[in-house]
């Protein structure tokens, strides 16, 4: 989920980022305790930064593997917003998302890793980018959530001019998650196709929190605004076993790093 944000469910927009992180209590990551290398944090507001190459392995790990090399990355400086920090060909941008400007609410514990093709860089992208350098100078979350509310209005930022998706195949994220919309560390890989003002019932589609089963089917994700509202399609079970696999040795550095990244008991 991109950040698991806003899930549309009846006619109420869960915050993102959420529509993983509900949209599958069966896929719950536990936490774990911390290797002694951890750094402990009790949630707050003040950001720090990751560490350079680990955020980068974490960002590009929302894309596939084949696709890593040739993409962008992003890294948070905590006190300015966004850098590149690594220019790629392939038109296709990766970065750990820290601030989820729809919850009118800052954490230091939000960790999101994504990636957005050509179409959403100058899109989605963009208001990430932009969130995260009015978080940067001071803005109050109410206030970036208003602005951001007011640059869509204004036509500042727009949806996609095309299709196209967001890649949020992770085999770890932190946000807002069932059973309770409370924040905690998940494993859902999904991809986000742009589904600009469509809804569940266009599609025909009937998720359900209480059946992970009906999320397996592609759902319709609301984050925020009609703007960004996602189809959302997860990977299978085979998939989603084959990145946990593969990613082992970053979730174990994610894990050393900060404990609330830990992943090591994942209930089914």
Same mark, same amino acid.
């Given at each position: 989920?991109?950040?698991?944000? *806003? ?5 109420? +927009? &869960?915050? @993102? $980022?959420?529509?993983?992180?509900l949209?599958? =209590? %069966? /896929? ?19 950001i720090?930064?990751?560490? *350079? ?5 974490? +960002? &590009?790990? @929302? $894309? ?6 040739? =993409? %962008? /990355? ?8 966004y ?16 601030t ?13 890793p ?11 992208f963009?208001?990430?980018?932009d ?37 949020m ?35 025909g ?20 605004n ?6 959302i ?30 992943a ?5």
């Open positions: 989920m991109k950040r698991l944000r *806003a899930f549309t469910l009846n006619a109420f +927009a &869960l915050p @993102a $980022l959420t529509a993983f992180g949209a599958s =209590a %069966s /896929v719950t990551v536990t936490a774990a305790p911390a290797q002694d290398a951890a750094i402990a944090h009790t949630p707050g507001t003040v720090e930064a990751m560490p *350079a190459d680990l955020e980068t392995r974490y +960002a &590009l790990s @929302a $894309l596939p593997g084949r696709l890593r090399d040739e =993409a %962008s /990355v992003y890294l948070l400086d905590p006190d300015s917003g850098r590149l920090a690594r220019e790629g060909s392939s038109g296709v941008a990766c970065l750990v998302e820290r989820a400007w729809e919850l009118s609410d800052f954490r230091d514990d939000i960790y999101i994504l990636c957005y093709d050509a179409a959403g860089i100058g899109a989605h963009k208001v990430i980018l969130t995260a350098a009015m978080r940067a100078q001071g803005m109050s979350p109410e206030a970036l959530k208003a602005e951001v509310e007011r640059r869509y209005r204004d036509k500042v930022y727009r949806a996609p001019a095309k299709a196209g998706l967001s890649y195949i992770a085999p770890v994220m932190r946000t807002i998650g069932p059973p309770d919309l409370q924040v905690r560390t998940m494993s859902m890989p999904h991809f986000m196709f742009y589904a600009p003002g469509l809804t569940n019932a266009d599609l589609a009937r998720p359900d929190l209480a059946e992970p089963a009906s999320l397996m089917s592609p759902f319709i994700d609301r984050q925020g009609d703007e960004q509202s996602y189809m399609q997860m990977v299978g079970a085979a998939e989603k076993a084959a990145i946990l696999a593969e990613e082992k040795p970053l979730l174990d550095d994610l894990c050393a790093y900060r404990d609330v990244l830990c090591s008991q994942v209930a089914h």
